[in-house]
Structures are given as structure tokens and as C-alpha cells.
């Protein structure tokens, strides 16, 4: 038997990498732009940074139980969207939607991979084919080589800088693929309208420009925790912290010159974020003194109409960093239940530092080469931090919660570990 391979064999990370390179001299769409950049006057700075595809990696694979018979399917599954996984396996067997039932179970973990539905449609599928109940439960294997993933991109930010080492310019190119337009969606401009609202700009620059490059890949994408921001957010917030470096300020300092005006910049309240900014640097005592060799690492992000920022406690430990302690704070409106919502951020602390660590797919031969926790290795229980959970009063309406913790970790966590070796952090995953 010879099996035909398709068009995409020769596929790796790296061409999919240099292909986003290449791309990176390409239009972009703008996102957001105030002033000129291009005529800022002053010291020049630049910095590009990367990131792979990421699996969600969820304890509990794909699987589902459904029982098909002729004018009726009922669908046992652990997902996120009832309603799409009736819609498609409905039109899979041939019934209406109103004949098709789905009993959501318990799940172990979601993260965004339980949008798909493709393991609900196959045990449809297969009852059908059978005449008969039947349950399929994929291998690790199946899940981790057979899923969507978080889109690789490549970033290059610029900034200038005044005599005083503050800074008057600041620009952000996204090189990445859309998740929408690869799954039909359309883009209108050139615009993904998630990357647009993920890729928040929050920061009072006199001139500023962020763009957006679309490119395609054939690697299916998917929706994972935090979409689009986290990619944004390490990037930005790293370099937040370069331009602070380079103009010799503290980066706290720095974040709250650029977030002292109150107002709505670009649809995002500044007095919000430097609300959650102010309340994580003095609950994780900012500009204290630390244990010997231990350091700090800053970042805050908006996106999901909430504000959240993190300051990581870390040491180094053969060259690697150990993570001590991670402070949160969040506003996200009114909060209705304070435990879920300090589980929320734990459990997403400890999701981004997986993120951040190890977290990497590698295509080669047209293939994802990870296929187990053995080499997509999660954080361990002896590596989980102290995770403090901290939130802004507020009567504002209710807004996101589960997201808000990943994007600010991974840059916290770099410069972090700038503060303690002075060695740049540009590419994830940390340990890769």
C-alpha cells in the first residue's frame, strides 16, 4: 500500500517560522495609531520576538458515547458547545437538529480544545455504522497530533526614545495567521476582529502604530485560552520592559507614566488598568527587598473587557528559573463569587506557565512530532508557585475572568529573568 502524504510532507516549524518572517515586510492592517512614528526624533530601539504552535493539552482526551437509532441520536460529551456538536453531528448522520440530544459530562479541562467537536461527530458516526451504543475515547496520541492549535507568529516592536530616556514612539507589528478566516469567517480590511480586540493597546504613547500582517497556514488552528493575547501580550509587555531598561526606569514606573492620564484609549479605561497594576505591585511589595538572589518580574494586559496584571517571584536554579510566588490582580467588573474567581487565576497561572516553560508543537514531515506529557511536558506539582489572587472592587458590569491570567504571565516571568541574569527572553517556550 502507498499512501499519498498530500501537499503538505515537507512541512516544518522552521519553514513556518521563516515564512512568517518573509511576511513581516508585507502591508499590514492598523490596529491602532496615534501621531507619526515615523518622525519620532530620539534614541532608536528594536526587538522582534516568537512564538510556536501550542497544544491545549487537556488531562481528559477527546471522547464521547453517543447511541444512534434511525429517528434519534443521543450524545454523551464533554464539551464546550452542545449546540455545535448537535448541529454537526446531525448533519453528519443525516437527522435534524431537534432529533439529535447532547448531554454535556463533566470535562477535565477545556481550555478552548472542547470547541472542536470532531470526537462527538465521530461517535455518531460510528453508532450509526454499527447499528448500536458505543463510546470512543481517543489516546493522548490521537488528541495531542489530531487537534487545533494556538497560531505560531512572529513580532517586531520599535520605540524611541527621548534625552531623557522616555519614550515618544512606540510601534508593534503581528505577524500571524487568523484562526476565524481559516475556519470561513470573513475579515473585512484585512482584519481579524479577535486579534484587533486581543491585541489591546492600553498605553498613552504620543505616537504609536500597531499592525496586523494576516498570513495563512495549513496547520488547523483553534481557539485556546486566552486566543490571540497571549502572543500580544508577551511580546509587548517584554518589550515594555527593554524600552524601560533602555531608558534607564524602573518598569513600574514606566507603565504608570504611560497610564497616568485617565481616559478611554482605544476603548480601554488607562485608570482600570493602572488600578490592577498599582494593587499587584504592592501586594507582591514592589521595590522591597527580596530574599538573597531572589527577583521580580511586571507585566498587565487588558483584553476579554477585563484588566489584569502579574508580578512573578523567581530564582535561578542551574540556569533555569524557579518560580516562587505569582501576585494577580484583576479588575473584571463586579465579582459575584471571590472563590471561583481566585480559582480562576490560579488555575490559569499555572496554565501559563506551562505556556511559558515548556509548552511547544513542533511540525516536521508534515506532522506534529509531540504526542504525549513525556515531551509536551506540563508543570509539575513541585514547580506550581504561590499563586495570590487579588481583584479591584468595582460596580462595573461583570466581565472576563478565565482568560485574563495567561497573557501577563510569560512576560512577567522573562523579565523576571532579565532582572536576574540581564539576558533577553524572545522566544517561547523559556526551556525550549
Known amino acids: 500500500m502507498t499512501w499519498d502524504e498530500g501537499p503538505n510532507k515537507d ?41 510556536p504552535f501550542m497544544a491545549h493539552a487537556p488531562m481528559e482526551p477527546g471522547n464521547s458515547t453517543a447511541h444512534y437509532q434511525r429517528s434519534k441520536c443521543e450524545i454523551w460529551s464533554p464539551t464546550q458547545v452542545p449546540q455545535d456538536l448537535r448541529d454537526s453531528a446531525a448533519q453528519a448522520i443525516g437527522l435534524e437538529p431537534d432529533q439529535v440530544k447532547i448531554n454535556v459530562t463533566l470535562m477535565g479541562g477545556g481550555f478552548g480544545r472542547r470547541l472542536e467537536h470532531d470526537y462527538g461527530v465521530e461517535a455518531a458516526l460510528v453508532s450509526k455504522a454499527i447499528g448500536g451504543p458505543v463510546k470512543v475515547q481517543w489516546t493522548r496520541e490521537d488528541d495531542m497530533r489530531n487537534s487545533t492549535y494556538r497560531p505560531a507568529s512572529y513580532h517586531q516592536l ?28 470573513p475579515a473585512e480590511g484585512g482584519i481579524d476582529a479577535e486579534v ?88 507582591a511589595g514592589w521595590g522591597k527587598p527580596l530574599a538573597a538572589w531572589h527577583y521580580h518580574g511586571i507585566a498587565c494586559f487588558a483584553c476579554f473587557n477585563s484588566y489584569m496584571a502579574e508580578v512573578v517571584e523567581i530564582s535561578m536554579e542551574n540556569n533555569r528559573p524557579r518560580v516562587h510566588r505569582v501576585v ?83 512576560p512577567a516571568l522573562c523579565n523576571a529573568i532579565y532582572a536576574a541574569t540581564k539576558k533577553r527572553i524572545r522566544a517561547l517556550p523559556i526551556l525550549g
Open 196 to 283: 484587533k480586540e486581543e491585541a489591546s493597546f492600553v498605553y498613552s504613547f504620543p505616537n504609536a502604530s500597531v499592525e496586523y500582517v494576516m498570513t495563512e497556514t495549513p496547520v488547523p488552528l483553534g481557539w485556546m485560552r486566552a486566543v490571540n493575547a497571549l502572543q500580544v501580550a508577551f511580546a509587548s509587555e517584554s518589550f515594555i520592559d527593554e524600552i524601560a531598561a533602555a531608558g534607564g526606569k524602573d518598569p513600574l514606573e514606566l507603565r504608570l507614566r504611560l497610564l497616568s492620564a485617565d481616559g478611554s484609549l482605544n476603548g480601554w479605561h488607562t485608570e482600570r488598568m493602572r488600578g490592577v497594576l498599582q494593587l499587584a505591585a504592592e501586594k
Open 158 to 185: 520599535r520605540a524611541v526614545l527621548d534625552s531623557q530616556g522616555w519614550p515618544v514612539a512606540f510601534s508593534h507589528r503581528i505577524i500571524m495567521p487568523s484562526i476565524n478566516v481559516q475556519k470561513g469567517f
Open 328 to 410: 494577580g490582580a484583576i479588575d473584571c467588573g463586579q465579582v459575584v463569587n471571590p472563590n471561583i474567581l481566585e480559582q480562576q487565576i490560579q488555575g490559569g497561572v499555572n496554565f501559563a506557565l506551562t505556556n511559558a516553560l515548556r509548552a511547544k508543537i513542533t511540525i516536521d514531515k508534515g506532522r506534529v512530532v509531540q504526542g504525549n506529557f513525556d515531551d509536551y511536558e506540563p508543570v509539575r506539582m513541585s514547580e506550581a508557585p504561590t499563586v495570590e489572587a487579588y481583584f479591584v472592587p468595582s460596580t462595573e458590569s461583570p466581565t472576563g475572568a478565565g482568560e485574563l491570567p495567561v497573557p501577563p504571565l510569560a
Open 11 to 51: 512541512l516544518t516549524s522552521a519553514a513556518t517560522m521563516d515564512s512568517l518572517k518573509q511576511s513581516s515586510s508585507k502591508k499590514g492592517a492598523t490596529l491602532y495609531s496615534v501621531g507619526n512614528v515615523s518622525k519620532a526624533v530620539g534614541r532608536r530601539i528594536q526587538a522582534a520576538y516568537e512564538l
